[in-house]
């Protein structure tokens, strides 16, 4: 596989012309699917990371329906194992720390937008210097996980289409134009935003995914990212 592609005549803008980049997080700026490790723990890897590989795949194509089922599989997990996958399996993917630092050193807004939980996506907006950030959040009774998410003011479960609107969002409280934004993702659920973005980027991502971004990212760091936007 060839480590980046370019979609054919396309003309890459410079690093100036943006002043938004939005982020998915799983997989795409950490290693891990967070779910995924969870189950793990609770000795539910098997059946949770099925539904995930199908939803990133894009054959679950309804993502609430999926982290729900997913979510069913856990109550009664200790709230505890959050802090151990924090310390224990989540990992930066290579070059996410110089992407954020050289787009933030160019101006631009960061936006992280996940389908993973708040828990989490904190620790890493923190470490990232993320702008703006959403994500689900956990319902936890008596130290174990419910199954549910918490209600928030826009929404419980961020999806596709909320990434979009997140998105869109954030432009407006910027003064940008979606066509001033980048999008990188890696799965089926990070389409909606990437397609409102003016640069598309697909990071080690699933076929369908790669097949519509403007840049796929397949080998390597994020951090190439800037190598490839030219400087004016």
Known sequence: MTAIVLRPGLQLPPLAHFKLAAFDMDSTLISIECIDEIAAMAGKGAE??????AAMRGEIT??????????????????????????????????????????KAAGLKLVLVSGGFTFFTAFVARELGMDYVRSNELEIVDGALTGRVVMQAWGDICDGAEKRRMLLECCAAIGCSPSQAMAVGDGSNDLPMMGEAGL????????????????AINEGGLDQLLALLPST
């Open 48 to 53: 949770v990371a099925a539904i995930t590989e």
């Open 62 to 103: 309804d993502f609430k329906e999926s982290l729900r089922r997913r979510l069913a599989l856990l109550v009664g997990t200790p709230a505890s194992v959050l802090d151990r996958v924090l310390a224990e399996r989540l990992k930066f993917n290579p070059g996410a720390r110089v992407l954020c630092a050289g787009l």
């Open 200 to 215: 598309s980027v697909a990071y080690h991502a699933k076929p369908k995914v790669r097949e519509q971004a403007m840049v």
